[in-house]
């Protein structure tokens, strides 16, 4: 860790005590021990049920060289990139005050701890290697360089020591912090939200996933341009200060960062029809699967909570787990039973994080569906976690605005309890009004779980008397899978069926054998 002396220069509220700057010392001093656990090899242990993970190799081969990031090259061609090495420093704010709070600065030095550990392992996942960081007490950030000037002064001279070529915030930076940030201390700096994007951009594999991630990106982007006066201009709008300028030529043109703009601006409003085009097709799933009454269940949660292990316990799907923040973009729905049979659909969602971009949440907006369309709720929680319960409100505040999740019956799952601690277990269990306990790595509690969701999902209601023809095995077929069957016998009409099924069901067995 490097050691910052007090700048005599710096403005009262970036002027450490010595208490303080020992907080802070002690703070980074935590994370950068942490640090290289996110990609460690060997980090991420499988279970039996997680499968072949064959996922897993190809995401591995894919994942860009370690140590080396991607950074756009041209802001009119999201998909060209030129590789960069990335060593970084990072940077967090922490303040007593809660409007503080709300402007990007932790309310605490615990709080300023957990969110910058966080950030480190988002570093690590992006393939970046994390040498040093700095933390620093403010009142509010500094709406010129978000430390100050005085601070951004010894974050240069933290950056030159450490070698290090890229500066990662800990709070989303406005366009004008982030151009003053840099001309101080010469490198890149990125925030919290670009990081996140680009996480997105290396793990996002189906076409709708990708097409999300890039309109995300470029709504991020959009603003961030960054011009360099006349020099940019691609043409001249008629006889530039001549006399035989006509009314409405004069002027330099469309400059480049007007031509990026628009060309920005035309590619979004593709990318958002590509996405809309693709909405019917997933619609059309769960269409099916309400007209065929299959009940759904929602994994949802904070990244790396266990969702996909979960899946895969309850499933055995064998959908990639990795110990990684955003492992899992695309949804992943599977189909299993209950112990007395009734099929129901698991599907696994993208995690979120705290702060998580506003334009991630609009542009996944489309796959969080799947959550108001669902039964159940399983909102999978790391009980490990330092602090389970910001989790659970960071998951929820985002959950909020996706339409029909308040009519969803939620029911928290409390994973990765073998190596959880109790006292944290119970405290939660006390405050949240359901709740299981379980281990996806270890199997604990899964047992406890299926049988919850048995009771919880919808049971089919309406009686049915009824003999079914032979020739309508495939209805005979729905019954066993949709409904509960509570005597089967094969007669000369057909086969006897009495039970519960669905409405929509119950009418076409009424209808065939009124027919027979």
Known sequence: ?????????????????????????????????????????????????????????????????AGLSTELQDVTEVEYRQLRLEKVVLVGLWSSSRDAHAEGAASSAEEAEISLRELAALAETAGSEVLDGMVQRRAKPDPGTYLGSGKASQLAGVVAASGADTVVVDGELAPSQRRALEDIVKVKVVDRTALILDIFAQHAKSREGKAQVELAQLEYLLPRLRGWGESMSRQAGGQVGGAGAGMGSRGPGETKIELDRRRIRNRMAKLRREIAAMAPGRETKRSSRKRHAVPSVAIAGYTNAGKSSLLNAITGAGVLVENALFATLDPTVRRTRTEDGRVYTLADTVGFVRALPHQLVEAFRSTLEEVGDADLLLHVVDASHPDPEGQIAAVRHVLADIPGVDDVLEVVVLNKVDVADPEAVERIRRRERRTVVVSAHTGEGIDALRDLIADELPRPDVAIDVVVPYTRGDLVHRVHTEGEIDHEEHTADGTLLRGRVAEALAQELTGVAGSA
């Open 1 to 65: 860790m490097t050691q910052t002396p007090a700048n005599p220069t710096t403005a009262p509220d970036e002027e450490p005590t010595g208490a303080t700057r020992d907080i802070a010392d002690d703070v980074v001093a935590r994370v950068l021990a942490r640090a290289g656990t996110a990609r460690a090899e060997g980090a991420t242990i499988h279970a039996e049920h997680d499968g072949e993970q064959l996922d897993l190799a190809e995401r591995a081969s894919l994942r860009r060289v």
